[in-house]
């Protein structure tokens, strides 16, 4: 099998790491006689949630456990990991949200990815109101009633408009279409990251006060909180063809992972191991409240996990 080696990150990307395994519990193995790995390094893109975070290292600390392998993750937004299979900079992406376009310009167009099968999850996005707010207003689920609660939705940054407020702004989001070709009297503010839409609905819940935000599953945030989804128009197939008028819900996305085809093609033990990773929504977000919520190490968070489900990490492992 041909050794990967370390390659040149990103330039201009900040808070990439190697980060070696931390688990005592779990014996690291699968090196050649001469101690050295057959399975060499990879490159996996870190996309900002905490979910994505979870099946990252989950998958990489089997790979580093099992197949000696050596993890290298980057930190990036989503579109821009999609430039790292040209560049060479990115082996994995491990949880894709659709992308069509970028399947076609990477996939379908200049080949340097390739599709590596499902991880299993279904991913929703949506808008959501806090609980108390489905309770007091029920119609308030209705997208067409949106525009009658307008007023209780306007913030200092909304323009004298609803607020509706958004999470990171790398996120796959429509949202600013369906305000525009919905004729909502919002606009959308950008809150900057998962975390901050998290405190956003605890502090409306405890404080009953009105918010509207753009959220997720899987996520273990619903653990805690039981949110409720807003009913946008149904999707059809096409409805979202045009990014510019687009105006209807979100699809259900099948969570898939995207690989280089270098890596695909290199023979690493590595690629393999990624192609059968498979699990559930509930494991997802196992280890994320792990992480989020516990503050245990995302490394640590994995090896909690992978020790608690021998027999779903064997049916990833290589034969």
């Given amino acids: 099998m041909k050794i990967r ?20 519990s779990i014996e690291e193995e699968a090196t050649t006689a001469s101690g050295e790995s057959e399975c060499g390094t990879v490159d996996m893109a870190i996309n900002p949630w905490v979910g994505y975070e ?20 980057v930190d990036l937004d989503e579109q821009t990991s999609w430039k790292g299979f040209e560049t060479g900079d990115v082996d994995v992406i491990i949880e894709n949200w659709g992308h069509e376009d970028l399947i076609k310009k990477y996939v379908e167009g200049n080949g340097t990815a390739q599709l590596a099968g499902s991880t299993g999850v279904e991913g929703i996005i949506g808008w959501y109101v806090p609980p108390w707010m489905a309770e007091k207003y029920p119609d308030i689920t209705d997208w067409e009633n949106l525009n009658k609660y307008a007023d209780m939705f306007e913030t ?13 702004p790398g ?59 807003v009913d946008l128009p149904a ?50 977000n196992t280890v994320s409240q792990m992480i989020a919520e516990e503050g245990m190490e995302p490394d640590e968070a994995a090896d909690a996990w992978i020790e608690d489900n021998p027999d779903k990490v064997d049916a990833w492992l290589p034969s």
Avoid at 5 to 24: E, I, S
Avoid at 61 to 69: I, N, P, Q, S, Y
Avoid at 197 to 213: D, G, H, M, Q, Y
Avoid at 266 to 284: C, H, I, N, R
């Fill in 156 to 168: 200092p940054e909304s323009d004298g408009k609803g607020q509706l407020l958004d999470g990171d």
């Fill in 54 to 73: 979870s099946n990252a290292h989950v998958v990489g600390r089997v790979a580093e456990t099992k197949l000696g392998c050596t993890m290298n993750y």
């Fill in 171 to 229: 996120y796959v989001t429509n949202d600013e279409a369906l305000v525009k070709n919905l004729d909502l009297d919002y606009k959308v503010v950008v809150g900057g990251s998962e975390t901050a839409l998290i405190e956003a609905f605890r502090s409306a819940e405890e404080n009953k006060t009105p918010l509207l935000a753009y959220f997720y599953e899987p996520q273990w945030f619903f653990n805690e909180m039981d949110l409720v989804k």
């Fill in 235 to 284: 999707h059809e197939p096409g409805c979202d063809a045009d990014p510019q008028k687009v105006d209807c819900d979100y699809p259900v996305y099948d969570l898939n992972k995207v690989v280089a085809t270098d890596f695909a093609e290199s023979g690493s033990p590595a690629y393999e191991l990624v192609e059968s990773f498979e699990w559930t929504a509930e494991d997802q």
């Fill in 5 to 24: 080696l370390a390659k040149a990150l990103v330039a201009g990307v900040v808070g990439t790491a190697v980060l070696a395994g931390c688990g005592d």
